[in-house]
């Protein structure tokens, strides 16, 4: 028999409030609900198909450095978590804050779910960008993301509990990126400030991201003189 979402997300140890005020740092709230009763919590904010029918027009800046990523928004825009999909909102967040332009997210928390979960990103510098965040994680938990145009795919078990458990290990990566945020900003801030007028549109994905590496790592040693 399949657990419950209960069952799978609470921890009956601690106290109903001090509980549902993890949970709703998990879901990635910022802001405390006045629920005070976990399984009422828990159906408003973690069930299934629970968000409906939130999209973000891609702007197809696939090729455009001062556009999105090289922008004066060094950070990616704020989204309520609340439009966002649960088990995703989150990470989401954690990313968006340490400089990564994202269009579009998908948890895979569904009745008929393709058991992945999926990032959209606005341009392949903001892909790039993501992939160079997690690199910096001393443990990823077990999370090991592909990569397909312009999406972030995680590959989820096929049952509810093997997903929760996958969602717990994404959301310890949040909580990583998150201690992570202001060193990104830094980075990326001097990264952005040696790209400058160097070409970079026309090289390929391979290029683009041989080439931001190495200047990530070229900062990083200044840093340490």
Same mark, same amino acid.
């Given at each position: 028999?399949?657990?419950?979402?209960?069952?799978?997300?609470?921890?009956?140890?601690?106290?109903?409030?001090?509980?549902?005020?993890?949970?709703?740092?998990?879901?990635?709230?910022?802001?405390?609900?006045?629920?005070?009763?976990?399984?009422?919590?828990?159906?408003?904010?973690?069930?299934?198909?629970?968000?409906?029918?939130?999209?973000?027009?891609?702007?197809?800046?696939?090729?455009?450095?001062?556009?999105?990523?090289?922008?004066?928004?060094?950070?990616?825009?704020?989204?309520?978590?609340?439009?966002?999909?649960?088990?995703?909102?989150?990470?989401?967040?954690?990313?968006?804050?340490?400089?990564?332009?994202?269009?579009?997210?998908?948890?895979?928390?569904?009745?008929?779910?393709?058991?992945?979960?999926?990032?959209?990103?606005?341009?392949?510098?903001?892909?790039?960008?993501? %992939?160079?965040?997690?690199?910096? +994680? *001393? &443990?990823?938990?077990?999370?090991?993301?592909?990569?397909?145009? =312009?999406?972030? /795919? $995680?590959?989820?078990?096929?049952?509810?509990?093997?997903?929760?458990?996958?969602?717990?290990?994404?959301?310890?990566?949040?909580?990583?990126?998150?201690?992570?945020?202001?060193?990104?900003?830094?980075?990326?801030?001097?990264?952005?400030?040696?790209?400058? %007028?160097?070409?970079?549109?026309? +090289? *390929? &994905?391979?290029?683009?991201?041989?080439?931001?590496?190495?200047? =990530?790592?070229? /900062? $990083?040693?200044?840093?340490?003189?």
């Amino acid at each position: 028999m399949e657990n419950t979402l209960f069952d799978l997300l609470v921890n009956k140890s601690i106290d109903c409030r001090k509980e549902i005020a993890r949970l709703e740092k998990f879901r990635g709230l910022t802001t405390a609900t006045d629920e005070n009763n976990l399984n009422s919590f828990l159906e408003h904010y973690f069930s299934k198909d629970s968000v409906k029918n939130y999209s973000v027009v891609y702007l197809g800046h696939w090729n455009k450095w001062t556009k999105s990523f090289a922008s004066n928004m060094i950070q990616g825009g704020h989204i309520d978590p609340l439009d966002l999909e649960p088990f995703v909102a989150r990470y989401v967040a954690a990313i968006n804050k340490s400089g990564v332009q994202t269009f579009w997210s998908c948890d895979g928390w569904h009745k008929k779910s393709e058991h992945v979960l999926k990032i959209g990103f606005k341009e392949r510098y903001s892909l790039i960008w993501h %992939n160079i965040i997690c690199s910096f +994680l *001393t &443990d990823n938990h077990g999370i090991s993301w592909r990569y397909d145009g =312009v999406f972030a /795919i $995680l590959d989820l078990p096929k049952t509810d509990k093997g997903k929760i458990e996958k969602y717990i290990s994404l959301n310890q990566n949040a909580d990583a990126i998150e201690l992570l945020q202001s060193k990104m900003l830094e980075i990326k801030r001097k990264l952005i400030s040696k790209a400058k %007028n160097k070409v970079k549109n026309s +090289l *390929t &994905d391979e290029e683009v991201e041989e080439y931001m590496s190495n200047l =990530v790592n070229e /900062i $990083l040693q200044e840093q340490k003189q």
